[in-house]
């Protein structure tokens, strides 16, 4: 076998935006939606915000981990899939979710534990799965949505299909075991797997600098044999290009990539547990690079968007949420006697 050439890091720009319409053009001509970006990183803002209003009033028990300022990882990415692609996510997946078109209302009903969720209302916020859409599942394990990624890729080149099966995690997972098996199986195999580091420069408190020597993740692709590349994660058409990249590759045959979205988590890790406070300077840089006020400034510039649309769009979400929540709580709680059901295949083993 030849020895596989080392591939850098590299750092690109989204593809020019087409003139003309609300849509970005790539290098096909085919055309995105940026207004349909917005609407999905503004409904994902609204969502998170009234999580954690719902978890500090006591509404929802237990925790849940924030994805405000995240928005254009979760919305790129999904932007440049086909609904028959796969996604596993993380402890931080209710964006993910909703970027792949899971359903705010059964999202919302299995935050507040009851049996209209999807998984009846047994499984909270880090076990969201809609396998029908692909989405293969959040996980409250660090790192452990990357065996499941690997194993849909392996999936789709036994079937002969063109799909591609798309990784989420984090700076923290990217150091663990899992996370460097799955990478290398999935290059050692060329499966069409891509693997999306969400870098929003901690890991719980632990700032990326001290857990990682170098100044890029993505530079591991190199090691692996396969492609990687660092990408604007506040840049939701950076983000959709680059995947964009990496999918036309994946369903070529050609293997899996590594992109590094390099992002900020405006909020605390856990909505129940407050870390160490970090530089008051360092949240104002980032807040100043949001995603959804990017993308907005784009679209008014370009006289695609005025102030009415924004509140337009804005009112809408907030409307989809408020309803989602009434729904949920309008809905009942799982019953005492189905307690011993989905615990185990078969039922409940003596």
Known sequence: MAPVKKKQATRRKADAPARGGSGAGNEKGEMLD???????????????MKLAELVRNLVIKGTAHPYVGQEAVATGVCAALRPDDYITSTHRGHGHALAKGADMNRMMAELLGRQTGYCKGKGGSMHIADLELGMLGCNGIVGGGMGITVGAALSVKLRGTDQVSVGFFGDGAANTGITHEAMNLA?????????????????????????????????????YGMPG?????????????????????????????????????????????????????????????????????????????????FAAIEAAAAKE????????????????????LDVYAGGFIE
């Open 229 to 309: 590349e660092v990408v604007d994660g506040n840049d939701v058409m950076a983000v959709w290009a680059a995947t964009r990249r990496a999918v036309e590759r994946a369903r070529r045959g050609e293997g899996p990539t590594l992109l590094e979205c390099k992002t900020y988590r405006w909020l605390q890790h856990s909505l129940r547990v407050k870390g160490p406070d970090r530089p008051a300077e360092e949240e104002a840089a980032w807040r100043a690079k949001c995603p959804i006020a990017r993308l907005r400034r784009q679209l008014v510039q370009e006289k695609l968007l005025d102030d009415a649309g």
């Open 321 to 340: 949420v408020e309803d989602a929540v009434a729904f949920a709580l309008a809905s009942p709680e799982p019953p005492l006697e189905e307690i011993e």
């Open 34 to 48: 940026r207004t349909a970006m917005l609407t999905m990183m503004i409904r994902i803002r609204a969502f998170e």
């Open 187 to 223: 290059a050692a195999w060329r499966l069409p797997a891509i693997f999306v580091c969400e870098n929003n420069q901690y890991a719980l408190s632990m700032p990326i600098a001290k857990a990682v020597a170098m100044p890029d993740i993505a530079a591991r692709a190199a090691g």
